[in-house]
Nanobody, 115 residues
């Protein structure tokens, strides 16, 4: 199973940018489909973006054209570049790894968008 550690969250003003990182260890990173999810207070966890083991990406409609997911299998890392941030993007962001329907989660990193 893979272990995941997120970093890069913080406080940013509306319109600003942040880059989240997720470092993986413990298994064959390149074999995993990776994703970012988020959970706002009082809401269910929702998908933000995914990238398959062969690089195909998918985004929630709410973040299309603002967020970009990418991975580097040599560095065992997946990133989420977030631009044009909005207050509604405020949430805890979680990294996810999936293989054969088995999922692993990181501990989450807080993103707060506020002036």
């Amino acid at each position: 199973q893979v272990q995941l550690v997120e970093s890069g969250g913080g406080l940013v003003q509306p319109g600003g940018s942040l880059r989240l990182s997720c470092a993986a260890s413990g298994s064959i990173f390149s074999a995993y489909n990776m994703g970012w999810y988020r959970q706002a207070p009082g809401k269910q966890r929702e998908l933000v973006a995914t990238i398959t083991n062969n690089g195909r990406t998918n985004y929630a409609d709410s973040v299309k054209d603002r967020f970009t997911i990418s991975r580097d299998n040599a560095k065992n890392t997946v990133w989420l570049q977030m631009n044009s941030l909005k207050p509604e993007d405020t949430a805890v962001y979680y990294c996810n790894a999936e293989r054969y329907s088995v999922r692993s989660w990181g501990q989450g990193t807080q993103v707060t968008v506020s002036s």
